[in-house]
């Protein structure tokens, strides 16, 4: 099975140079790897010191890079829809866009990445892929689409099915206007199965997380929040990169002052994530380039593992009829935390992200008597709803 590696991290850390030193690493060591440069820009083309298209090309031996072309992805699903659209669009009198006039939504070519890393997991052809995602605040909102979306479809599609079924034929008769009719269903189909392969991706225990950060104190507020955001949406961290790390013994007292910044930062991130590696890259008299001076700053970090078993994202408690949820959300701020029931699931805020968890069957019939976040772990406390819970005769 496909290993993937989606490095992210902090804007200015290093991400393509450690994203790229991963794959050419992993390429020395005999496994066949993908280097995809998902990030939107040129960066890997200067860090590897070669060109670097849109269809894959070898740069060295077991090493295929690509980077996405967000346009062409966005054209040929724009143009697909647009040509299933054809014959109501001639009826009202709207002319189809040309090619040249189609121009990519923003954050648009950050989840069209996800279909270009689909395809390159589904071709079989490589033991390791690299993504070079962009920094947290993008990567995670794209990584959280599939399965955003995925819900969204389930719940508003039947309702969409019904109603065109019953005002289709009176639509077309008053109005005398062709009413799109199987296409619709198809393409929500299509969409809907092609959402589940990119959630079941970006979920599946052979895919990780790399974050990397420098040191310093507005770095680490910055890693805190990426922490609470991946441990939202539950993606697994593989390592935490810490790039460019001064030299404690050097006689250059502002040199020794940075050292001394670089060595909080990384025992704060220790205590940020306790089961997770931790390396260092020390800071370089030059930015590395080329595979051999990119294989130089792997060796400071470990080669990517096989990856694991799937980690339930929450633990039950219970104590006598209480039951509580753990679910752990290192680097949450509470005043940035915000919890709601809606039904069988819970709407969990943290910060500038959200996401709709669905409850497990054994609190589905509870009230929540109260909450707390405590050591980076939020506690619901449950007990059962009388009104639902069959109790013995007395």
């Known amino acids: 099975m496909t290993r993937v590696l989606l490095v992210t991290g902090l804007p200015g850390a290093g991400r393509t140079t450690v994203a790229a030193a991963t794959a050419v690493a992993s390429a020395r060591a005999g496994r066949r790897t993908l280097l995809l440069a998902a990030d939107g820009t040129r960066d890997v083309d200067a860090v590897l010191d070669v060109p670097v298209g849109t269809d894959p090309f070898d740069a060295l031996p077991d090493l295929t890079v690509q980077r996405v072309a967000a346009r062409a992805e966005f054209e040929r699903e724009f143009l697909l829809v647009q040509g299933q659209l054809g014959a109501?669009?001639?009826?009202?009198?709207?002319?189809?866009?040309?090619?040249?006039?189609?121009?990519?939504?923003?954050?648009?070519?950050?989840?069209?990445?996800?279909?270009?890393?689909a395809r390159a997991v589904n071709a079989r052809r490589y033991d390791l892929i690299v993504v070079d995602l962009p920094a947290v605040e993008r990567a995670v909102p794209a990584l959280a689409l599939p399965e955003g979306l995925a819900r969204y479809l389930d719940r508003l599609l039947p309702v969409e099915r019904q109603a065109a079924r019953a005002l289709r034929p009176v639509l077309a008769a008053v109005a005398g206007v062709p009413m799109p009719e199987d296409w619709v269903y198809d393409t929500a189909r299509r969409v809907s199965t092609e959402l589940?392969?990119?959630?079941?991706?970006?979920?599946?225990?052979?895919?990780?997380?790399?974050?990397?950060?420098?040191?310093?104190?507005?770095?680490?507020?910055?890693?805190?929040?990426?922490?609470?955001?991946?441990?939202l949406y539950g993606h697994r961290i593989e390592d935490v990169?810490?790039?460019?790390?001064s030299a404690a013994d050097s006689p250059d007292p502002a040199v020794r002052s940075r050292a001394e910044v670089a060595r909080e930062t990384v025992d704060a991130l220790c205590a940020l994530f306790p089961r997770v590696p931790l390396a260092q890259i020390p800071m370089l008299p030059a930015e590395p380039l080329g595979a051999t001076e990119l294989a130089d700053v792997a060796a400071h970090f470990a080669p990517v593992g096989p990856g694991g078993t799937i980690d339930d994202e929450h633990l039950i408690e219970r104590d006598g009829e209480r039951l509580s949820l753990l679910l752990p959300l290192p680097g949450t701020d509470r005043d940035d935390l915000?919890?709601?029931?809606?039904?069988?699931?819970?709407?969990?805020?943290?910060?500038?992200?959200?996401?709709?968890?669905?409850?497990?069957?054994?609190?589905?019939?509870?009230?929540?008597?109260?909450?707390?976040?405590?050591?980076?772990?939020?506690?619901?406390?449950?007990?059962?709803?009388?009104?639902?819970?069959m109790r013995p005769p007395q």
């Open 88 to 117: 109501a669009l001639a009826v009202v009198g709207v002319d189809p866009l040309d090619p040249e006039e189609i121009t990519v939504l923003p954050g648009a070519g950050d989840v069209l990445a996800l279909r270009v890393l």
């Open 196 to 231: 589940e392969v990119l959630r079941s991706l970006v979920s599946a225990p052979t895919t990780t997380v790399r974050v990397v950060v420098r040191p310093g104190t507005v770095a680490l507020a910055a890693a805190r929040r990426a922490a609470a955001a991946l441990a």
């Open 241 to 245: 990169i810490v790039n460019g790390v």
């Open 338 to 389: 915000d919890l709601l029931r809606r039904g069988d699931e819970l709407v969990i805020t943290v910060g500038p992200n959200r996401r709709l968890f669905k409850l497990p069957s054994a609190l589905r019939r509870c009230v929540i008597e109260g909450a707390g976040l405590r050591d980076g772990v939020l506690r619901i406390r449950f007990v059962p709803d009388p009104a639902v819970w």
